[in-house]
Structures are given as structure tokens and as C-alpha cells.
């Protein structure tokens, strides 16, 4: 095909575009000419078009996928700071981006440390890194997730909101010992820990270790029940470095010329 016969070029555009393969449709003429010039072989052109109507479709996935995520902006692996929160090891977490093994499993991370130590901005670096390897990923404020599960509830919808998170391979819960002692929150966030469990995988950030998990359930069967299905199969973080913005706020105040403070993150 020659992209100078302008009626065979109107028919392909045409039905490239009937077929949906927009890519192609773009880039057939440039493609064309450089075959006629090469003398490409029918084969290795019709490739070269199948090829790259592939890559922009795997990109444009991507780019679908990390918009419904809802990852904060800017949190990234390489923006993250793993010289300040040595107890995290990198080449761990870059395993874990792969997600080939514990997602397939419905396994779970879990991040614990204070207020303002990383831990959402490396839960959301992970979410992105997997998102962009292929896997679907929904990153969530536990209270507003909570929120919006009670509402299902109340309109006798909660199985179905629940089933609409399965597309997900991985649900990260931010913040979740901020959760209220309230038996309607508790029930909700217990019920899509159960559904999940060794299904599909949630990535959870916490500010308060396991023994305070009495603070969120009710009472401690419930407390015991959730914490045993979230670690069954759980690759564990403790982050416990001195909090980022305290840092910040530590730099700024010290001003140029003085030596750092000792804080870590």
C-alpha cells in the first residue's frame, strides 16, 4: 500500500478506523513510505503496524489505569527517600512492584509507623509502580472508603460496592487506625477485609501497631479476626523514623550556614 494513491489511502483510513486501531491509522503513512524506500517485506511491515498499535494501546491503558487509581501526585519510588528509612530495604520493595506472586495470591503489605514518616507517600509509590507493570490499583483514604461503604449500606448495596472493588488486584487502605470505634465503620471495613482475604490483596498504612487495634473494633474477637486475616499472608514495614514535616520544619527554621538536625525523615 502506497500513501500516494489518495482513493486506496481514504479506504484504509476508513476502516482502520471502523476496526479501532487508531494507531495504526496515524502512523500507516509514515510507516509506508519508509517501507516502499526499504523495500520492507509485507510481513515485517504489517508487524511493524501491529507492534506499535500494541505499545499505544498498553500505554493508554496505563495512563486509564493510573487515573482511576487516585494516587496522590508526585509520590513515586523515585521520589521517596529510602537513605532516610533505612529499616526499609529498596530492592524489596522494587521485588514486590513486580507483584506477579503475592497479588495473584491476595496477599497484603502492611506499613506501620508515626504520623509524617512515609509511609502513604510509599504505599502510593508502590501503587503507582504496579499500576505502571500492568496491575490495577485503587488508593483510598480508609475513612472516606468507610464512608461511602456505609452509605451502601444503608441503600442495601454494601455486597454489590464491595463486589466493584474486586477489579481491583490491590486496595490501599491510607490511614487506617483513623478509623472510629463505631460499630457501623467497623462492620463495613471488617466486611471487605473478609471478602478479600486470599482473593485479592490490600496494602494498609497504620500509625498505631496491632496491640492498639482495640481502639477500631469493638471488641477483641473482631480485633483478633481482622488482624489474623490481614497478616496471614503479609509482608510487614515498620517505618519508625522521626516524621518528615518535622524535619522540614526543623530545616526551616535552622536556616542556611547552621549544621542539619538529626532527624531522619
Known amino acids: 500500500m502506497s500513501p500516494s494513491d489518495p482513493i486506496d489511502a481514504a479506504r484504509l483510513s ?22 516502499d524506500k526499504e523495500g520492507w517485506p509485507a510481513a515485517r511491515f504489517l508487524a511493524a503496524l501491529t507492534e506499535h498499535e500494541m505499545a499505544e494501546r498498553a500505554r493508554r491503558r496505563i495512563e486509564r489505569h493510573l487515573d482511576e487509581a487516585r494516587l496522590p501526585p508526585g509520590k513515586t519510588l523515585e521520589t521517596f527517600e529510602f537513605d532516610a528509612v533505612p529499616m526499609v530495604s529498596k530492592a524489596q520493595v522494587m521485588a514486590l512492584t513486580a ?4 497479588l495473584e495470591k491476595g496477599a497484603n503489605l502492611i506499613l506501620f509507623g508515626p504520623p509524617g514518616g512515609g509511609k502513604s507517600h510509599l504505599a502510593a509509590a508502590i501503587g503507582c509502580a504496579l499500576v505502571e507493570n500492568g496491575w490495577r490499583v485503587l488508593f483510598a483514604r480508609t475513612t472516606d472508603l468507610v464512608q461511602k461503604l456505609q452509605i451502601a449500606r444503608r441503600d442495601l448495596a454494601l ?28 462492620s463495613v471495613i471488617f466486611e471487605l ?34 488482624i489474623d486475616r490481614l497478616v496471614h499472608h503479609a509482608t510487614i514495614f515498620e517505618m519508625n523514623v522521626e516524621s518528615y514535616r518535622r524535619r522540614a520544619a526543623l530545616e526551616r527554621k535552622r536556616g542556611p550556614g547552621r549544621p542539619p538536625s538529626r532527624a531522619t525523615i
Open 99 to 102: 507483584g506477579d506472586s503475592w
Open 14 to 35: 476508513l476502516a482502520l478506523g471502523d476496526l479501532r486501531l487508531p494507531a495504526i491509522k496515524l502512523i500507516w503513512p509514515e510507516f509506508a513510505a519508509r517501507a
Open 159 to 186: 455486597e454489590s460496592a464491595i463486589a466493584k472493588l474486586d477489579k481491583y488486584h490491590l486496595l490501599i487502605l491510607d490511614d487506617f487506625a483513623y478509623v472510629n470505634k463505631d460499630q457501623a465503620e467497623t
Open 193 to 226: 477485609i473478609g471478602t478479600r482475604y486470599e482473593r485479592r490483596s490490600l496494602l494498609i498504612t497504620a500509625n498505631q501497631p496491632f496491640g492498639e487495634w482495640g481502639r477500631i473494633f469493638p471488641n477483641q474477637a473482631m480485633t483478633l479476626a481482622a
